[in-house]
């Protein structure tokens, strides 16, 4: 039964082909085999620019730990050290003292040993300084026996024997200058005064020790006045208190000083005879303050007495 549709289309004849075209003929395995053709393109300029930016931008995560790592335990390591070496500063400090010590000590052995025993520092001379009345022959012979010596084993007992074998010397000091000579420095005993003995004088310092004797007075000592003409005299140490607080005006010019009890010393000046009457040792300073006025006054010469036994009444005659 015939359809009632539309009535179907005459096939259109086929194309004849171009006989000026010539036919493609295939010429790759895919055309050959029908498949189709995938394009490949060549990168290009932009894409290694970007490619590369992405490479810096994103590091390599375990090259960048490592980093880290290294630059960690380089810090824990300084700090490590810093560390020890603050607890250790004492002990450096220490270290240092001991081993100066050490060094000093034995710079000290080396000269100790040298100037000990070699000639180096040998004792070829003895100096005496400070001598006036002193032999100073006698006590350099005395040493002879130290010459020849290093100036540290000198013996200075036998120093010290001759120089006490000499009354007058009152105090002594020695020093060592290097490299051969012994200083000696002394201070002489000072002369107060005369008392009166069967030879004539004897002269004495304050402490009464005997410095020479002789047949006249030198100028400018006075002569003691006590009793039994002895330094053992309570009125010659009360003379000698006098002596030292009489006004520097009058120094080197009083002739006697008499004293035979110690409340009642008197002074003789020189040239003038004037007597000064001093009484006891007391008041001392007052008494030489108000005999110097009276003397400012009335000079040495136009009295013949000043009395300043009671210094708040004294009197000239």
Known sequence: MPSRGRPAKPAKPSKPANPSKPAKVATSPEEVSGAPRVLRTAPTAQSSRLKAARARREPDDASAARKKLAHATKARKTFEREEVRRFTAHLRRRRAAWLSGLGAFAALMVFVAIGAFTPVLALQEITIVGASRVPIAQIQAALQGEIGKPLPLVNFGAVKDAVAAQPLIKSYSTESLPPHTLLIRIVERAPVGYLSSASGFTLVDPAGVVIENSADR???????????????????????????????????????????????????????????????????????????????????????????????????R
Request: charged letters at 10%.
């Open 218 to 316: 030198t100028p400018g000592y006075p002569l003691f006045v006590v009793t039994g003409n002895s330094s053992d005299s309570p009125g010659f140490q009360a003379g000698v208190d006098v002596l030292n607080a009489l006004p520097a005006s009058l120094a080197g010019t009083v002739d006697q000083v008499i004293a035979t009890t110690t409340d009642d010393v008197v002074i003789v000046l020189a040239d003038s005879g004037a007597r000064v009457f001093w009484g006891g040792p007391d008041n001392a300073a007052l008494k030489s303050s108000v005999l110097a006025a009276l003397i400012a006054s009335s000079p040495v010469g136009t009295v013949s007495e000043y009395d300043v036994s009671s210094p708040k009444t004294a009197v000239v």
